[in-house]
């Protein structure tokens, strides 16, 4: 079945870096946009931005610029996000979540985030 | 950056009610807008792409409308298993900001 499955809970210093994984099955990995989205506890939905596995292609949001990278490897299915320079507020549950994405003429269309990842926590203290 | 608010932040209801959960955006997003069910401790779930298109899966019960700025998530009965936290989001630009949530509660 279609499913993306995350890398395990993560605790670091403040400071470090973080690379949590997300790997693809069921599924082609390079048909689909991964998105990365993050919840802080007790918070809503974070998104931080996107990579197009087939061109490897990604957006961040202005908040992350320069702290997150976004990769994938094909040849495993699995993307990856890493997130340096680490303080108390990355504390978060982190998702990855693909989305269908077909080009219409001069524009896109959206199919939305139909399968997410079960979560990576990432917790952040001295 | 397009904000994204929905109204109310949370309601109670009982089990049979119609429920609606309204989201505007800052500017016009046209009918790029999707609609989230979040239970504690669980991923997100994806109930409405497109403003109105109904995700593969999802009881009918759930429905989405508007275009533009505005946009409604309406659950026609509400069943014991729909209480949890929905959120919106715009899929029109990014940075792809989401909704702060509605959480629905048990009256």
């Known amino acids: 079945q279609v499913q993306l499955v995350q890398s395990g809970a993560e605790v670091k210093k403040p400071g470090a870096s973080v690379k949590v994984s997300c790997k693809a099955s069921?599924?082609?990995?390079?048909?689909?946009?991964m998105h990365w989205v993050r919840q802080a506890p007790g918070q809503g939905l974070e998104w931080m931005g996107w990579?197009?596995?087939?061109?490897?292609?990604?957006i961040y949001t202005q908040k992350f610029q320069g702290r997150v990278t976004m990769t994938r490897d094909t040849s495993s299915s699995t993307a990856y996000m890493e997130v340096s320079g680490l303080t108390s507020d990355d504390t978060a549950v982190y998702y990855c979540?693909?989305?269908?994405?077909?080009?219409?003429?001069?524009?896109?269309?959206?199919?939305?985030?139909?399968?997410w990842g079960q979560g990576t926590t990432v917790i952040v203290s001295s | 950056d397009i904000q994204m608010t929905q109204s109310p932040s949370s309601l109670s209801a009982s089990v049979g009610d119609r429920v609606t959960i309204t989201c505007r955006a800052s500017?016009?997003?046209?009918?790029?807008l999707n609609w989230y069910q979040q239970k504690p401790g669980k991923a997100p779930k994806l109930l409405v792409y497109?403003?109105?298109s109904l995700q593969s899966g999802v009881p009918s019960r759930f429905s989405g409308s508007g275009s533009g700025t505005d946009f409604t998530l309406t659950i026609s009965s509400l069943q014991p298993e729909d209480f949890a936290t929905y959120y919106c989001?715009?899929?029109?630009?990014?940075?792809?900001?989401f909704g702060q949530g509605t959480k629905v509660e048990i009256k």
């Open positions: 979540a693909r989305e269908g994405v077909v080009p219409t003429g001069t524009a896109y269309y959206y199919y939305g985030m139909d399968v």
């Open positions: 069921g599924y082609t990995f390079s048909g689909y946009y």
């Open positions: 990579i197009n596995p087939n061109s490897g292609g990604t």
């Open positions: 500017q016009s997003i046209n009918s790029y």
């Open positions: 497109a403003a109105s």
């Open positions: 989001q715009q899929s029109n630009s990014s940075p792809r900001t």
